[in-house]
């Protein structure tokens, strides 16, 4: 047996950490990498209410809004549009483009909900005056990637489902704040739809998300975490999804494109926001999430150390095969989700993500602005 040195030790603990990234590769990621939604012979179309939500959103409702009228599909369907308490011009511009196109129901409310923070009262309202079972959420912000979305997005409740994981995506534009945006939103989705399809949902996204009208009013809503400013998406799920009730689908034409921040002070508002509502998963989520991101975390100053303190020649070569394999992975994934312009930088944005975890873990324990928009 060998001498337990400092250099030793550190080499196992390298040895430990990559098995677990790469249980993680081949195990969760592999199967969206291979994955293949069900061909269909038949489509099925069934009725379906799309709610929006937004607070002094007037130019995304100018913008997007006609997205989500031209959808292609002949079933029965409502747009259904909360505009929560906006001081801006948001009431006029629906009024203007319902009257041009018609096909828009309008929800003006007109007083706050006391003690229930963020998106959660209006769209609550919004479910209690859908008039379908079917529910497709996405943002003010947000508009479909093409006039097949409401198709793509309604097919897997034909199979059974009660609730579908789609993919929001960002609008590609120049410049470093764009890519890492975008890198941060492909890995966020590269976990929650992999474990989907391992028969552990745990989160989902409301720029594009799906779920039954009963599933929401069965489990009382928003009840249990009406106090938290977030969550109405990504909690929500994490207390309703499990193996049997949830699907994804990520075709490209059922993805949703939104509007990245432009500033780095904003990015950052953004996602400590965001990253504050993941405290308050369920435990076994919990524990699958830190692994990975612990794993993740450590990987890159334990490839250092064992460069320095057991073999360079070693830890390069650990370094080289887990990102060989990573690469092969994400790519795979990237052209799923139609990112394949991010491909070439994944060992950069691999990096990257340390510093990530560095900058947001702090979330977990620092207490929420009561705000949404």
Known sequence: MP????????????????????????YFFLRLALFRPQKRNTTQQQPVSI???????????????????????????????????SVDDSRFILQELNAKYGGLSILNLRQNAQ??????YPLSMGIREAVHEILLLTDADCVPSTEHW???????????????????????????????????????ALQYLSYAL????????????????????NNKGFSSINHLPGGDDDLFINKVAN????????????????????????????????????????????????LYSLSHFLFYFLVVACCIGFSGWVGLGILAGKSIIQQLIFARVMKQLNERDLRKWVLIMDLWMV???????????????????
Request: charged content about 20%; aromatic content about 14%; glycine content about 6%.
């Open 51 to 85: 709610i929006v939500c937004g607070k002094d959103e007037a130019r995304n409702f100018a913008r997007n809004i006609p997205g989500l009228i031209f959808q292609e599909y002949t079933s029965s369907h409502q747009i259904l549009v909360v505009n929560d308490n």
């Open 243 to 290: 193996s049997k009730n949830t699907a994804i689908v990520i075709d490209p034409a059922a993805h949703t494109l939104s509007s990245p921040k432009t500033t780095w002070k904003e990015w950052k508002y953004q996602k400590t926001r965001h990253f504050s509502t993941s405290k308050y998963y369920k435990p076994k989520h919990k524990i699958i999430l830190g």
């Open 3 to 26: 001498d337990l040195t400092p250099g030793y030790i550190i080499f196992i603990a390298l040895l430990l950490f990559t098995a677990v990234l790469l249980f993680y590769y081949f």
């Open 198 to 217: 391992a028969g552990i949902p745990y989160m989902g996204v409301g720029r594009n998300l799906s779920y039954k009208k009963s599933l929401f009013l």
């Open 150 to 188: 409401l198709q793509k997005m309604q097919e897997p409740y034909a199979d059974g489902a009660d609730i579908v994981l789609g993919y929001g995506a960002y609008h590609k534009h120049p410049g470093l704040l764009n890519k890492l945006i975008r890198y941060e939103t492909f890995h966020s």
């Open 115 to 120: 003690h229930i923070p963020g998106k959660k």
């Open 355 to 373: 510093l990530y975890y560095l900058l947001f873990a702090p979330m977990l324990i620092k207490k929420e602005k009561k705000t949404w928009n």
